[in-house]
């Protein structure tokens, strides 16, 4: 499977985005997927994830409340959608999947996709 993000861009802070982790390759039926985050300087973050079958688990503190994640079975795309953005929510957004496990650290990663940078002024 292969993953493609996309969605990220320029916005003022309260802003919103919504980006979109597309798969290609085979469906991503029986792969958790999340979202992680790298801002300038830092770690890579993780942000939320979501099962094969739906559920979440928690958000990471710093975005409850402002993001959630959502996938499109239909479609094969998984969504974060962002809002209430602040300008430390900048940082280029990742999403990555793993089979029947939702990666909440990169170790757990089986594919990664390629980042979208996300850019909130305030």
């Known amino acids: 499977v292969q993953l493609q993000a996309s969605g990220g861009g320029l916005v003022q802070a309260g802003g919103s985005l919504r980006l979109s982790c597309a798969a290609s390759g085979r469906a991503l039926g029986n792969y958790g997927v999340s979202w992680f985050r790298q801002g300038p300087g830092k770690d890579h973050e993780f942000v939320a994830g979501v099962s094969w079958t739906g559920g979440n688990i928690p958000e990471a503190d710093s975005v409850k409340g402002r993001f959630t994640i959502s996938r499109d079975f239909a479609r094969n795309i998984v969504y974060l959608q962002m809002t209430n953005l602040k300008p430390e929510d900048t940082a280029d957004y990742y999403c990555?999947?793993?089979?029947?496990?939702?990666?909440?650290?990169?170790?757990?990663?089986?594919?990664w996709g390629q980042g979208t940078q996300v850019t909130v002024s305030s």
């Open positions: 990555a999947a793993s089979r029947f496990r939702i990666p909440d650290n990169g170790i757990l990663v089986d594919v």
